[in-house]
């Protein structure tokens, strides 16, 4: 219940590709799903998050879609440059909460080729 | 940009040591959490402390483990007798009370 799926475990991509990555959750009480970035060596860096009121967010190049029904989101990068290259996790948590723990996926690298 | 900060960035020590990592959030967040990852798996919660006091804990966090804001500034994890397993980056994070948390570099830990 307390799961996040997330799918691929790799990718490769071109530059000027779209990279697509999916999450999957299983608990219906989570209401925050973010997306991190993290390079190696550093820390999980917030890259883009939604709450379940809307069905797509974007910032820049980044784009969530969130499909409520089917417990699902995706991350979007448009047009991938090689300093896209980098882990990401999606996560999901309950808010309001006094925790708010992150609960996340297991993370997919991302390589993007010049 | 204010940003978590944490100490040492390695730290090796035997199997039983006690450790002790330490973290400085951002001076008006609220809630601080420490998480783990093993090296090539994913970031797991480890513990949250919200006004003084472990507002949840995972199944990770046994009685080895603890946690302390021993002033307005730091916030620490100790972990009593460290384990072979015990050895991955921790890392601490902090959030006011809106919804982002901020990770810190981490710290990794070998435990020999």
């Known amino acids: 219940q307390q799961q996040v799926k997330q799918s691929p475990q790799s990718l490769i991509v071109q530059k000027g590709g779209i990279s697509i990555i999916n999450c999957a959750y299983e608990n219906t009480a989570f209401d925050y799903f973010p997306w991190y970035q993290q390079f190696p060596g550093k820390g999980p860096a917030l890259l883009i998050a939604?709450?379940?009121?809307?069905s797509e967010k974007k910032e820049g190049r980044f784009t969530i879609s969130f499909n409520k029904s089917a417990k699902q989101f995706s991350l979007h990068i448009m047009d991938s440059q090689p300093g896209d290259s980098a882990t990401y996790f999606c996560?999901?948590?309950?808010?309001?909460?006094?925790?708010?723990?992150?609960?996340f996926g297991q993370g997919t690298t991302l390589q993007v080729k010049p | 940009e204010p940003e978590v900060t944490q100490t040492p960035s390695h730290q090796v020590t035997q199997m039983g040591q006690e450790v002790i990592l330490r973290c400085v959030p951002i001076s008006n967040h609220l809630y601080f959490y420490w998480y783990r990852q093993i090296l090539g798996q994913k970031v797991e919660f480890l513990v949250s402390?919200?006004?003084?006091?472990?507002?949840?804990k995972s199944e990770i966090f046994d009685d080895q483990f603890s946690v302390e804001r021993p002033d307005g500034s730091n916030f620490t994890l100790k972990i009593r007798s460290t384990k072979l397993e015990d050895s991955a980056m921790y890392f601490c994070a902090s959030r006011a009370g809106q919804l982002t948390q901020y990770f810190g570099p981490g710290t990794r830990l070998t435990v020999l």
């Open positions: 939604i709450r379940p009121d809307v």
């Open positions: 996560a999901a948590s309950k808010y309001p909460s006094n925790t708010g723990k992150l609960i």
């Open positions: 402390f919200y006004n003084n006091e472990i507002s949840e």
